[in-house]
């Protein structure tokens, strides 16, 4: 058991992000960008790497207010990242709708559609608060695994 | 050949790699962030409500006085309500600290309470707001202001037209 | 009956195998926390592929409803058991001679088509309209470096062949005895066009920017791959593994062979794949942008193709001087 209990934790140590932008502004996507980009902010350090396909997916990061149009589109992607996986909801609109909110157009918050497991608000985030919150989802997928 | 010489000078000088999260955070002074509120200094004038465009802010009347809740789940950073308070009773920090697990999610709130207190001239319950003096000629003295505060806002402003006969 | 063990062992254990899977995920975690040296970032850790694998091992093999179940799952098995045979092909030179039963130089050119042929299968049976664009990228791909590389083959075999007496030799370690006695053919100048097509060749067969056209991830989303889940996408990681060292033994074996034997042989060849690894792949995969499909196949029949038979008529010309 303990055997087990050491491979997970060095499984931890290789989450692979997916992003879903459910109609965000792409601020909150250009700051995603940023934690892989740009030197200072590096992701990759934690393990991380953003990933193309949804299939490969460890922890997802949705971004933006999910617009009706693209809701059918984000569950369906949802539902096609194998488990264990941990949500991470970027930016005040997917938490609450931010800017959004109570627009007509909107399915925000999220939590409604999708188990979120942590937040990042802000508008958009600062790329190390997105680190700090993909840290935070790196513990809760410990407990998962 | 631009990009040999960029890697021989990364090479060389090695990564620009922040030490956060295994360590602390450069945070730019001015970075605008998490909202802070004072209760001592907000004037009650509820402008921050009415201006902010995520309606991140809301005033409530409690039996206790009036409260000030600011959801940081929802607030934008755009910084209308600092730029509007007559008082900088509610202000902009560089703190970004802010990502939270589900559960704390509705817990994300920057609160204050504006208490109630009896006038001292007339007796009647009112809120302990700070009095708006900043365009008042000429500008009060520190002990002015301290009695202006202990009154209600009827009081208040007789107080203040006595001061202008007188 | 020892020999056969000795087979196996070679298959299993040192030159394939464990050996060069365990080399193989470490020279993919060298590439990435150099690439990201280079990028000024700091980069993941040195045994970053390991625990990328221990964690596709927790992960769940989703086989999606359109797909053609066996040959979803039997694909990366396949490429990976073709790798590690052709890990077992690859000399060491002075360490490790492959058994003459096991295969020569056309058997493992047949086996290093086996994990672009994987991938075709792997993406036309995950029933993916990506993976059917990937498929028809990596197919187009294929065609256009699999002639080049055949005849770059032909040429060091026939400067070796021709060398020693008969018209061309197909055995690896004959290619690399004959360089330990007479130089590297990478300092030869008969041999430049064939190093220079080996030079286009291998990005394209290790699938590193600019010839990662069929596994793009900006634009088909990782293509073949991108039903995978999983212990199967381990599978695959495992094969890319394998195929870095075997692609790179390949060119050490052709061009560079140490003549040194023992120990100081061994240790020389690690030092000659590990900085292959760096300045052919890292560094070029980092400085170059991708190239369309379109554009990559032209150029792989103009210059590559060129070169190479350029190569095998060059050691044609000069046996035909000699004699
Ligand atoms: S949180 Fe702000 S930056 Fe992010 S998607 Fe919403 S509006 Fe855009
Ligand atoms: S915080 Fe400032 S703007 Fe808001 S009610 Fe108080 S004084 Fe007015
Ligand atoms: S910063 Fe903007 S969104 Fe946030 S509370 Fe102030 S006015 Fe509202």
Same mark, same amino acid.
């Given at each position: 058991?303990?055997?087990?209990?050491?491979?997970?934790?060095?499984?931890?140590? &290789?989450?692979?992000?997916?992003?879903?932008?459910g109609? &965000?502004?792409?601020?909150?996507?250009?700051e995603?960008?940023?934690?892989?980009?740009?030197?200072?902010?590096?992701?990759?350090?934690?393990?991380?790497?953003?990933?193309?396909?949804p299939?490969?997916?460890?922890?997802?990061?949705?971004?933006?207010?999910?617009?009706?149009?693209?809701?059918?589109?984000?569950?369906?992607?949802?539902?096609?990242?194998?488990?264990?996986?941990?949500?991470?909801?970027?930016?005040?609109?997917?938490?609450?709708?931010?800017?959004?909110?109570?627009?007509?157009?909107v399915?925000?918050?999220?939590?409604?559609?999708?188990?979120?497991?942590?937040?990042?608000?802000?508008?958009?985030?600062?790329?190390?608060?997105?680190?700090?919150?993909?840290?935070?989802?790196?513990?809760?997928?410990?407990?998962?695994? | 050949?631009?990009?040999?010489?960029?890697?021989?000078?990364?090479?060389?000088?090695g990564?620009?790699?922040?030490?956060?999260?295994?360590?602390?955070?450069?945070?730019?002074?001015?970075?605008?962030?998490?909202?802070?509120?004072?209760p001592?200094?907000?004037?009650?004038?509820?402008?921050?409500?009415?201006?902010c465009?995520?309606?991140?802010?809301?005033?409530?009347?409690?039996?206790?006085?009036?409260?000030?809740?600011?959801?940081?789940?929802?607030c934008?950073?755009?910084?209308?309500?600092?730029?509007?308070?007559?008082?900088?009773?509610?202000?902009?920090?560089?703190?970004w600290?802010?990502?939270?697990?589900?559960?704390?999610?509705?817990?994300?709130?920057?609160h204050?309470?504006?208490p109630?207190?009896?006038?001292?001239?007339?007796?009647?319950?009112?809120?302990?707001?700070?009095?708006?003096v900043?365009?008042?000629?000429?500008?009060?003295s520190?002990?002015?202001?301290?009695?202006?505060?202990?009154?209600?806002?009827?009081?208040?402003?007789?107080?203040?037209?006595?001061?202008?006969?007188? | 009956?020892?020999?056969?063990?000795?087979?196996?062992?070679?298959?299993?254990?040192?030159?394939?195998?464990?050996?060069?899977?365990?080399?193989?995920?470490?020279?993919?975690?060298?590439d990435?926390?150099?690439?990201?040296?280079?990028?000024?970032?700091?980069?993941?850790?040195?045994?970053?592929?390991?625990?990328?694998?221990?964690?596709?091992?927790?992960?769940r093999?989703?086989?999606?409803?359109?797909?053609?179940?066996?040959?979803?799952?039997?694909?990366?098995?396949?490429?990976s058991?073709?790798?590690?045979?052709?890990?077992?092909?690859i000399?060491?030179?002075?360490?490790?001679?492959?058994?003459?039963?096991?295969?020569?130089?056309?058997?493992?050119?047949?086996?290093?088509?086996?994990?672009?042929?994987?991938?075709?299968?792997?993406?036309?049976?995950?029933?993916?309209?990506?993976?059917?664009?990937?498929?028809?990228?990596?197919?187009?791909?294929?065609?256009?470096?699999?002639?080049?590389?055949?005849?770059?083959?032909?040429?060091?075999?026939?400067?070796?062949?021709?060398?020693?007496?008969?018209w061309?030799t197909?055995?690896?370690?004959?290619?690399?005895?004959?360089?330990?006695?007479?130089?590297?053919?990478?300092?030869?100048?008969?041999?430049?066009?064939?190093?220079?097509?080996?030079?286009?060749?291998?990005?394209?067969?290790?699938?590193?920017?600019?010839?990662?056209?069929?596994?793009?991830?900006?634009?088909?989303?990782e293509?073949?791959?991108?039903?995978?889940?999983?212990?199967?996408?381990?599978?695959?990681?495992?094969?890319?593994?394998?195929?870095?060292?075997?692609?790179?033994?390949?060119?050490?074996?052709?061009?560079?062979?140490?003549?040194?034997?023992?120990?100081?042989?061994?240790?020389?060849?690690?030092?000659?794949i590990?900085?292959?690894?760096?300045?052919?792949?890292?560094?070029?995969?980092?400085?170059?942008?991708?190239?369309?499909?379109?554009?990559?196949?032209?150029?792989f029949?103009?210059?590559?193709?060129?070169?190479?038979i350029?190569?095998?008529?060059?050691?044609?010309?000069?046996?035909g001087?000699?004699?």
């Amino acid at each position: 058991m303990t055997f087990i209990n050491k491979l997970k934790d060095f499984a931890v140590k &290789s989450p692979w992000l997916y992003r879903i932008n459910g109609g &965000s502004c792409n601020g909150c996507d250009v700051e995603l960008a940023t934690t892989a980009c740009i030197p200072r902010y590096d992701v990759e350090r934690l393990g991380c790497q953003y990933c193309g396909s949804p299939r490969h997916a460890d922890i997802v990061l949705i971004t933006g207010p999910l617009t009706r149009r693209v809701l059918d589109a984000a569950r369906r992607v949802y539902d096609e990242i194998p488990d264990p996986k941990v949500t991470v909801a970027v930016g005040v609109c997917p938490i609450s709708g931010g800017i959004f909110r109570e627009s007509y157009a909107v399915c925000a918050p999220i939590d409604q559609y999708f188990p979120v497991d942590v937040n990042v608000p802000g508008c958009p985030p600062r790329p190390q608060a997105i680190i700090e919150g993909v840290a935070k989802a790196i513990a809760i997928w410990r407990q998962r695994l | 050949m631009n990009f040999l010489t960029l890697f021989a000078r990364n090479l060389w000088h090695g990564p620009y790699t922040d030490v956060f999260p295994f360590g602390p955070a450069t945070t730019p002074e001015h970075l605008r962030a998490r909202i802070t509120f004072d209760p001592k200094q907000c004037e009650g004038c509820r402008l921050c409500e009415k201006v902010c465009p995520a309606g991140a802010i809301r005033f409530t009347r409690t039996p206790g006085g009036m409260t000030f809740d600011c959801w940081h789940a929802t607030c934008v950073f755009c910084g209308t309500c600092e730029f509007y308070c007559p008082t900088k009773a509610v202000k902009q920090s560089n703190d970004w600290h802010l990502a939270h697990e589900q559960g704390e999610k509705y817990a994300q709130v920057e609160h204050g309470l504006i208490p109630n207190q009896i006038c001292v001239e007339c007796g009647a319950k009112a809120l302990d707001t700070s009095p708006a003096v900043s365009h008042i000629k000429p500008p009060l003295s520190e002990t002015e202001v301290s009695e202006l505060r202990a009154r209600c806002p009827k009081c208040r402003n007789k107080y203040l037209r006595s001061r202008k006969t007188s | 009956m020892t020999s056969q063990i000795a087979t196996l062992l070679a298959v299993l254990l040192f030159p394939g195998g464990l050996f060069a899977l365990v080399l193989g995920l470490a020279l993919k975690g060298a590439d990435r926390r150099v690439a990201a040296r280079l990028q000024g970032r700091v980069g993941p850790p040195l045994i970053q592929p390991f625990f990328d694998l221990i964690k596709l091992g927790f992960k769940r093999t989703m086989v999606p409803t359109e797909a053609s179940e066996t040959v979803f799952l039997a694909a990366p098995l396949v490429g990976s058991v073709a790798m590690l045979i052709s890990a077992a092909l690859i000399p060491i030179a002075g360490v490790y001679a492959p058994d003459t039963e096991l295969g020569n130089l056309l058997v493992l050119l047949y086996l290093l088509a086996v994990p672009g042929i994987c991938l075709m299968l792997a993406g036309s049976a995950s029933g993916s309209p990506y993976g059917a664009i990937g498929f028809s990228r990596e197919m187009a791909l294929m065609l256009a470096y699999e002639g080049p590389i055949v005849l770059i083959v032909a040429a060091v075999g026939m400067r070796t062949g021709m060398a020693e007496g008969h018209w061309v030799t197909f055995s690896l370690t004959e290619i690399v005895r004959y360089q330990q006695v007479h130089g590297w053919f990478l300092f030869d100048p008969i041999m430049w066009p064939a190093v220079a097509a080996f030079a286009f060749f291998y990005p394209a067969n290790l699938g590193i920017v600019p010839f990662d056209i069929p596994e793009a991830e900006t634009e088909v989303l990782e293509g073949p791959l991108l039903e995978y889940s999983g212990p199967a996408l381990g599978l695959f990681k495992v094969m890319s593994a394998l195929k870095a060292v075997v692609v790179l033994g390949l060119g050490i074996a052709l061009f560079l062979p140490l003549p040194f034997t023992g120990p100081l042989a061994f240790v020389g060849w690690l030092v000659e794949i590990v900085v292959l690894m760096l300045v052919g792949v890292t560094a070029l995969r980092v400085s170059a942008g991708r190239m369309r499909i379109d554009q990559a196949f032209v150029f792989f029949l103009k210059w590559p193709l060129l070169l190479a038979i350029a190569s095998v008529a060059a050691v044609a010309l000069a046996a035909g001087g000699a004699s």
